[in-house]
């Protein structure tokens, strides 16, 4: 039997949020189907329960919760009558609504109390246990544990404003997290980040345990980088060089944010030219299967017969500013 989850997507971009869910998900064999669409709100079943390391990565999705019911009946008592008890063992618990809609959000959270036994407490603070309920085109009640969280508000640790050191054109930790996991990232070697700046992309990958390899032209960034992992306690492999060094290591997939100025490189050649010479050289690099995810302004210029394209996504920064994130498989 298939369990049953409902997701809580973040409203920056929840096309995103709903690939990187399913993808990582995919990837780490629950084998994943998209069961209900409601925009920030989706319903996912899996072959099975999901891990909490698992849930920890997650960067778009606010909370996860296990559903423990369903129904198509539109009366709360009738759809009442069908359950016949919520078993949360000795744990405490608040009840919650999900979303706004017609029910009675106190008169419901009562009725579904009933169904709890007298043993359990109510905490409404710090719950062991919150009981979700939504209603859209059916009636859900899920299950949440407080150590169930998602990577949403955690990586905001990371924020810029928390680093010692930083760009102003840093990638966002979300973003940085989510192109992480669109990666496809294992241990059959380390995360690379040909570009890696001031470290956005590695602290998200070595706060979910990857191996991490950074790699940047500007000395001053190759030492921003070591200072802002030092920072949070992690280790990686940083090395000061041109991204043609990635010929000479050994890694599972690369994720990357490279630069938007001209004098790019040490050439200064255009951005163009650099991204045509990095895909080169990426392409030869990678094994079939192997992912590339990189974040850039113009998606035109990242196209290369090798690299086939499987998703792209638009995140608005400012009126002058869009990254698209952009996924790649090696053919």
């Excluded at 919150?130 to 085109?137: A, D, G, I, K």
């Excluded at 979910?208 to 960034?221: N, P, R, V």
């Amino acid at each position: 039997m298939r369990e049953k989850y409902l997701l809580e997507l973040g409203g920056e971009n929840t096309d995103l949020g709903k690939y990187e869910a399913l993808e990582l998900f995919k990837f780490k064999k629950y084998s994943p189907i998209l069961e209900l669409d409601h925009g920030n709100i989706i319903i996912i079943s899996t072959s099975r329960a999901i891990e909490k390391k698992i849930i920890s990565r997650l960067s778009m999705t606010k909370r996860l919760s296990n559903i423990i019911f369903t129904s198509t009946k539109n009366n709360i008592k009738s759809i009442l009558k069908d359950l016949v008890k919520i078993n949360i063992e000795d744990k405490s618990f608040a009840i919650r609504q999900i979303g706004q809609n017609d029910l009675d959000s106190e008169k419901t959270a009562i009725l579904i109390g009933k169904k709890i036994s007298d043993k359990n407490k109510t905490n409404l603070n710090n719950p062991e246990i919150t009981v979700l309920f939504y209603q859209n085109s059916k009636f859900f009640i899920s299950l949440c544990n407080n150590d169930w969280e998602t990577g949403y508000k955690k990586c905001l640790q990371h924020h810029i404003s928390h680093r010692p050191y930083f760009s102003p054109i840093s990638i966002h930790p979300r973003i940085a997290r989510a192109m992480v996991n669109l990666s496809n990232c294992d241990k059959t070697g380390p995360l690379i980040d040909p570009f890696c700046g001031t470290g956005g992309i590695l602290i998200e990958a070595a706060d979910m345990g990857m191996e991490i390899i950074g790699i940047d032209l500007k000395e001053k960034m190759v030492e921003y980088s070591k200072g802002n992992l030092k920072h949070y306690g992690f280790k990686g492999k940083l090395i000061n060089s041109d991204f043609e060094e990635i010929n000479k290591q050994k890694f599972s997939s690369i994720v990357c944010d490279p630069p938007y100025g001209i004098a790019s490189t040490s050439g200064g050649e255009t951005i163009e030219d650099l991204m045509g010479r990095s895909l080169d050289v990426f392409q030869r690099k990678l094994r079939k299967g192997q992912r590339l995810v990189i974040a850039v302004s113009n998606p035109s210029i990242i196209k290369h017969p090798n690299l086939k394209l499987l998703q792209k996504f638009e995140w608005y920064i400012h009126k002058s500013l869009t990254r698209n994130i952009i996924v790649l498989e090696k053919n």
